[in-house]
């Protein structure tokens, strides 16, 4: 199919499915959906597994709405308060207990990276893992950033999709964009039975939210 639209996601976009994230899992499902019935192809490497199969890391709630406000009211006179303000806020999440993935988690996350038939995995190949060094030591990115570009410039991809990660400062070698709707008249409102664990999941009051950041990784 010559206008098939090829499109490389990174773990944020899985992510924002599996944890039903307002404004944001409506569109990513219309873009498996698109996928299912043959309009979309996925890409994503294999890192992206690593990236997503683990809980929410202790340390990445925002500071309450009063902590932000006070640190408004004095910061101009006092820089330094915001970074000691945040490090005292992350120190005292970090004795949190770390919860493990429930059940209904790995299965939803086995069945997306390895049920969807519309999904390709990258494998981190030495071609792609020498041009992710590249793209780290020319643009100073993280090494699992760089391989997701080093991977989706190698694929030939239209777009390599995310939310929130700063890909910016390769925007000049491949298209980077926010996630959106592929149907013309916006959601696709489709019965997709491969999807339906994933793309309606249970309320997540009930299980740890999943890791939205990328694994920590030594410098």
Known sequence: MSDLLKLYWDSSCFLSVLNGEAGRADICKDILKNGELGNVRIYTSVWAVVEVVRPKKPGMAPMPSWAEKALTSVEKDHPEARNQL???????????VLPKLTASQISKIEGMFFGWKFLTLIRIDQEIAKRAVAIQRDYNMKAGDSIHVASAIITGVNELQRWDRDFEKVGHLLSVTDPSYVSPAGPLFTTASSLAAVADPEPPSSEPPLASEPVPEND
């Open 86 to 96: 945040e490090m005292l806020w992350r120190r005292y999440q970090s004795d949190e």
